[in-house]
Antibody
Framework: EVQLLESGGTLVQPGGSLRLSCAAS????????MTWVRQAPGKGLEWVSA????????YYADSVKGRFTISRDNSKNTVYLQMNSLRAEDTAVYYC???????????????WGQGTLVTVSA | EIVLTQSPGTLSLSPGERATLSCRAS???????LAWYQQKPGQAPRLLIY???SRATGIPDRFSGSGSGTDFTLTISRLEPEDFAVFYC?????????FGGGTKVEIK
């Protein structure tokens, strides 16, 4: 059974940093791309970043480029999202999701975690 | 960036009725790289349809997807009580992935 478990969400001040983690199980982790998608309170889904199975290719939404960094440790079956220079508009539930392919950048997502809440506020 | 516009914003229907949801893209989505997701309150999204018309594993056949180019449709043939939720389309025709704003299907 595929399981994705996010952690690391908390209250952080504007301008601060935070690292989210997503621990995966139930599939061959390094064979699949992974992504982060966020959802602001009461709003729709917004794609944030994606990473190929090998970790060699990364993709970012314009809204987070230069501030967020996605990475993965295939020995730990974990994907990370390092978030710097956080803003109030980054407040959201952050979902980790798995793609059914390894690479190419053209990803849809077949399994999702339950999300972790990040609140950016003074 | 491809902008996806979903309509209507809210669809009020009764169980047993047919639901037709639209997703229109600002430019052509290559190779029908269009997915649909269902999200219930307090839950993560669930993949329903990928490749515009292929049902994901375990999805009932009352859900169907169609379309190509810039116009895509999700149809629920007969609404069951558990189908009421918010539905999102997502294009993956380029590496700049985008979601539509969502359509809420509510009980009339």
């Amino acid at each position: 059974e595929v399981q994705l478990l996010e952690s690391g969400g908390t209250l952080v001040q504007p301008g601060g940093s935070l690292r989210l983690s997503c621990a995966a199980s139930g599939f061959t982790f390094n064979s699949y791309a992974m992504t982060w998608v966020r959802q602001a309170p009461g709003k729709g889904l917004e794609w944030v970043s994606a990473l190929s199975g090998s970790g060699g290719n990364t993709y970012y939404a314009d809204s987070v480029k230069g501030r967020f960094t996605i990475s993965r440790d295939n020995s730990k079956n974990t994907v990370y999202l390092q978030m710097n220079s956080l803003r109030a508009e980054d407040t959201a539930v952050y979902y980790c999701a798995k793609a059914p392919v390894s690479t190419g950048g053209r990803y849809h997502f077949d399994y999702w975690g339950q999300g972790t809440l990040v609140t950016v506020s003074a | 960036e491809i902008v996806l516009t979903q309509s209507p914003g809210t669809l009020s229907l009764s169980p047993g009725e047919r639901a037709t949801l639209s997703c229109r893209a600002s430019q052509s989505v290559s190779s029908t790289y269009l997915a649909w997701y269902q999200q219930k309150p307090g839950q993560a999204p669930r993949l329903l349809i990928y490749g515009a018309s292929s049902r994901a594993t375990g999805i009932p056949d009352r859900f169907s997807g169609s379309g190509s180019g810039t116009d895509f449709t999700l149809t629920i043939s007969r609404l069951e009580p558990e189908d009421f939720a918010v539905f999102y389309c997502q294009q993956y025709g380029s590496s700049r992935l985008t979601f539509g704003g969502g359509t809420k299907v509510e009980i009339k």
